[in-house]
């Protein structure tokens, strides 16, 4: 059974920096792909950053290109550097995991559907 507590949200105004962790413990499978995904009030979830932990390979969503990195360590631990946050990324932001590995681009590694274990999520306020 996998779980992910999340960690490092919080408030912050336009312009500024935040540093999500989520910290995984269980059996995860080899070349699972670790994930960051959001969710606003009134609006439906939406992949942020994906990784793949069999490589180096990154996925992330136009919105956040150039402004958010993913990265992560031993398929232990996934993190998200936020910088020049807007207002538009306030939102509930959750860590998810995949189980094995994601065959397909961008797309599916963004997509919801292939991430059966989630966190409880960490609440992300710009303004």
Not at 13 to 40: E, K
Not at 68 to 76: G, L, M, P
Not at 106 to 120: A, I, T
Request: one cysteine or more; aromatic letters at 12%.
């Amino acid at each position: 059974h996998v779980q992910l507590v999340e960690s490092g949200g919080g408030s912050v105004q336009p312009g500024g920096s935040l540093r999500l962790s989520c910290s995984a413990s269980g059996a995860i499978d080899n070349g699972s792909a670790m994930a960051w995904f959001r969710q606003a009030p009134g609006k439906k979830r939406e992949g942020v950053a994906a990784i793949d932990t069999g490589g180096a390979d990154s996925y992330y969503a136009d919105f956040v290109k150039g402004r958010f990195t993913i990265s992560q360590d031993n398929a232990k631990n996934v993190y998200l550097q936020m910088n020049s946050l807007k207002p538009d990324d306030t939102a509930m932001y959750y860590c998810a995991v995949s189980r094995g590995e994601i065959l397909g681009g961008r797309y599916w590694y963004l997509s919801f559907l292939e991430y059966p274990y989630w966190g409880q999520g960490t609440q992300v306020t710009v303004s």
